[in-house]
């Protein structure tokens, strides 16, 4: 197993990554805008210089600031794919595609059976002629991803490939993405902020939060048990953050108790994870004892499949809001609105206690 | 009472009307001596006044000279826009600045300048003198003075190209196993050509009217350093009508080259 291994730093941009990555793995990296989540892409494609690190891809030690390897990005077999297809716009659509064959010595005729055969792969033999300003934008992404592919590039970045595309286009492509990534066995990193493109696609989850990887697992082991607030957000999971205060309770910074499930040691940081779906909304705070009860004000109500999902202001320390779904009759009868302060009420038994991440406190 | 409805488009909240009074007194102020070598034109004599020998030997000069500077500023203007628009290193900023010198600068004392570099007197004049090289006053110090005087032109000319059109296509070539050099080659200068021929045409033209400089490092020597504008300046005092033929030819040509290079910009990509 070569993989990818990534552990490097650079200052002027607040980024410090440590990854893993094994051959034929899909790695989405999730993350809030700004976090890095580009800035990894481009040290990896070896078009951005860390401060120090070194990153490994495929057995070649790509990047190593101790001895001062630094491979050119022509010769990483790193192959990147942005928002934006970025065809060369002075370039038909299959000298696109075969550009990178070219690169490599390939003659003209052999670049060209080369493209085609990839223009076939992503349904888009018949655009072959085209000129790239011509292309709509799902055409163009399909086009880049042929032309990605044509360098038969070790590792293939995707940053945000679908975000520019329109909501029709993108699910196409996605299953495009996912028959090319999952089926032929590629190792790819895919930054996204859609929680959709990581479950479509990828194996393996690393969430970024300010230049840091906070958590990297499984797809399902982070999105079931996320530890930090941005996948406890994307997952649609209320996360309270605070320290292990007595059997089964956590006590939060600004001094609220949580009961909960979960053996943990005392003054341990950790976390309590509960449901949306767990969570009843009363007007006046109840007495029944095995509950927790939390007063919480509405910030905003929104419609969450067939009922309600009433979202709470942010927490007192800037966490995000919970989150409580109840049916669309209950919230009329409660008569919510935004600014209103109600009691979420949660039993016990559906809250989870678990370790916090050291990274993320 | 009706009044007329222009047809339909974006209202302009930004031009009151009385802008159009002095926006139209500018363009008068060009057109106007334009017009007026035009009423001057003796058109009974204009062919044989343009056909003399020594306007035929000066046309010829300056079309040689002028596309041979070309030639050099693109040589050596290329890649100095590729360094400017790209390089990264301390003291850029302030090397641009200075590179870009000549486009300010009198060209009387570009002349002067570089007659003290490489004149016989000059900087590297000695050993270039070594070498049996002498440039002053010869067909070559009017290239170089044009070159002078011209390379500014290109060089903002691309450097702007380059820079809107970004790094971004030339990051993918590079992923996609593009050596800088093919990198060059096949993206971005075939992106940035449009700005490229734009900075070709405006040293051109600028190289087909110098004058001061030229006068300065290579004299007034027919068919060796006299080119066309200076040709118009010497036959101003002896023949009047020969120099105001003479300008209305390269009027003909500044006027050609500004719609061609007009035309490119509108069909361009960039």
Redesign the interface.
Known sequence: MSGVRVQTGLDQRGVEFDLNLDDGEVLAVLGPNGAGKSTLLLLI???LRPDRGRIEVGGTVVTDTRTGTSV?????G???L?Q?A?L???LSVIANVA??PR??GQSRSAARTIAQRWLEAVDASHLADRRPGQLSGGQSQRVAIA??LA?EPRLL?LDEPMSALDVTAAPALRRLLRKILRTERRTAIIVTHDLIDALAVADKVAVVENGRVVEHGPVRGVLSAPRSGFAARIAGINLIPGAISGPGVIRTPWGADISGIGALDPGVAAIALFRPGAVAVHLDPPHASPRNVIAVTIAELDMHGIGVRVRGADQPDGGTGLAADITAASAADLDLEPGKTVYFVVKAQEVELHPALSAAT | MRKTWRTGGIVEVGLPSWIYVPALAGALFILAPLLAILLKIDWAQFISLITSESSLAAMALSLKTATASTVVCVLVGAPMALVLARGNFPGLRALRALVLLPLVLPPVVGGIALLYTFGRQGLLGHQLDVLGIQIAFSTTAVVLAQSFVSLPFLVISLEGALRSAGSGYDHIAATLGARPTTVLRTVTLPLVLPGLISGAVLAFARSLGEFGATLTFAGSLQGVTRTLPLEIYLQRETDADAAVALSLLLIVVAALIVIASASRRLTGPL
């Not at chain 1, 050119?72 to 990483?76: D, L, S, V």
């Open positions: 494609a070896g078009l050119p990005p022509h010769a990483r790193v192959a990147m942005s934006q970025m060369f716009p002075h550009y990178a690169c490599q032309r990605a360098a970045l």
